[in-house]
């Protein structure tokens, strides 16, 4: 993918001249005749006379003058001010020329931006919202098991009818969206040893707990910088020992993931 664009002059908002324009201009300055430059641009001999009369108009002066018949025959040049809008407007359109090129180098980048932003203008009742490409997808009969891979190289697995995987057609490389509310969000402080039927376990760090009357948000920071949120009672908050910096592990259900494209 990349970048284009064009640059034009505007006077009082009616379009003076832009790259085609100057180029007549700069045909005439060359040439000495309207219809020479009209042929060496592709315009027609009316067409260049139409856009010259437009210029003139917004210029406030005349562009061209006409000079005299005499033994070689009259001709057209550009005034003293026709002159001047050309060579600023070749600065102008090579400054631009620059600047494009350079945005256009960077396309690819504004892409996951422009990606980011309308990501981050989603609404949603979930509290959590992870955002991935799809790392695999097993087909069941009635589930598909689709494995989402996040950027800090975590994964987070979603059971979704195999209905639902076809419209949102989610295979390998997909761009997609793991909804997740807090309330299916189980915290874990010592996993070592354990087992869980929960297919999902993301480890990381406490990075925030707040506490209410009965329950708690308990906020665990993850590598590659997202963060899972989970509502526990408090008291199992405080028997947990929850707190900024101790390492924790978020669980939760394969079939509590919502996907989204």
Excluded: C
């Excluded at 006077?11 to 219809?35: W, Y």
């Excluded at 005349?62 to 550009?78: D, I, M, S, V």
């Excluded at 309308?118 to 949603?124: E, V």
């Amino acid at each position: 993918m990349a970048l284009q664009g064009n640059v034009w002059m505007t006077v009082d908002g009616q379009k003076l001249g832009g790259r085609e324009r100057m180029d007549l201009l700069a045909a005439i300055g060359e040439h000495g005749s309207i219809t020479a430059a009209a042929k060496a641009v592709g315009l027609s001999y009316k067409g260049a006379w139409d856009a010259i009369e437009a210029m003139n108009n917004l210029a406030g002066e005349a562009l061209l003058e006409r000079l005299a018949g005499g033994k070689g025959g009259g001709g057209t040049r550009l005034t003293a001010r026709g002159q001047q809008l050309v060579k600023n407007f070749a600065q102008i359109d090579e400054a631009h020329r620059r600047f494009v090129a350079a945005l256009s180098s960077q396309s690819h980048a504004l892409a996951d931006d422009l990606l980011m932003i309308r990501n981050i203008t989603m609404k949603t009742s979930a509290r959590n919202q992870f955002s991935g490409k799809v790392a695999s997808v097993q087909q069941g009969v009635v589930n598909d098991e689709v494995t989402l891979g996040l950027a800090g190289g975590q994964q987070i697995v979603a059971t979704i009818t195999r209905d639902s995987s076809e419209s949102l057609a989610l295979a390998p490389g997909v761009s997609a969206w793991a909804l997740i509310k807090a309330s299916s969000v189980i915290v874990v402080t010592e996993p070592e040893g354990a087992r869980f039927s929960a297919r999902n376990q993301l480890s990381g760090t406490v990075s925030r707990v707040q506490e209410g009357a009965v329950n708690t948000e308990v906020s665990i920071a993850l590598a590659g910088g997202a963060t899972i949120a989970a509502i526990v009672t408090r008291e199992s908050a405080i028997a947990l020992e929850l707190t900024v910096g101790k390492p924790a592990t978020a669980i939760f259900k394969a079939s509590a993931v919502i996907l989204g494209t």
